[in-house]
């Protein structure tokens, strides 16, 4: 009932900015948490921004802090991650999920809805 798409992703050098949106149709009316997550090869998926779209809590994983900004626009039912001072360290493929109820943690079982992924990459 939930679709997403994932736009922004592309190749910039280290320094630079990329400005990812992930925009989500459908049955949205019941989705209380958006989340971004990024996976570099041979590295587990982790969280990177989170964002209630109820409250506007927000939460930033420690490594990108300060870098990176979460927001949303309502009116077009999507998500935005704003990616600043860019590291080949963030190199990876980032992923926006979405899920009903809490937004308290970034643990993946919770998040039944996904994007396929767009591709980040920074290079030295």
């Known amino acids: 009932q939930v679709q997403l798409a994932e736009s922004g992703g592309g190749s910039v050098q280290a320094g630079g900015s990329l400005r990812l949106s992930c925009a989500a149709s459908?049955?949205?009316?019941?989705?209380?948490?958006v989340a971004w997550f990024r996976q570099s090869p041979g590295k587990e998926r982790e969280g990177v921004a989170r964002i209630s779209t109820s409250s506007g809590t927000i939460v930033y994983a420690d490594s990108v802090k300060g870098r990176f900004t979460i927001s949303q626009d309502i009116a077009k039912n999507t998500v935005y991650l704003q990616m600043n001072s860019l590291r080949p360290e963030d190199t990876a493929v980032y992923y926006c999920?979405?899920?009903?109820?809490?937004?308290?943690?970034?643990?993946?079982?919770?998040?039944?809805?996904w994007g396929q992924g767009t591709q980040v990459t920074v290079s030295s």
């Open positions: 999920a979405l899920r009903v109820g809490a937004c308290f943690s970034w643990s993946q079982s919770y998040f039944p809805y």
């Open positions: 459908g049955y949205t009316f019941n989705i209380n948490c």
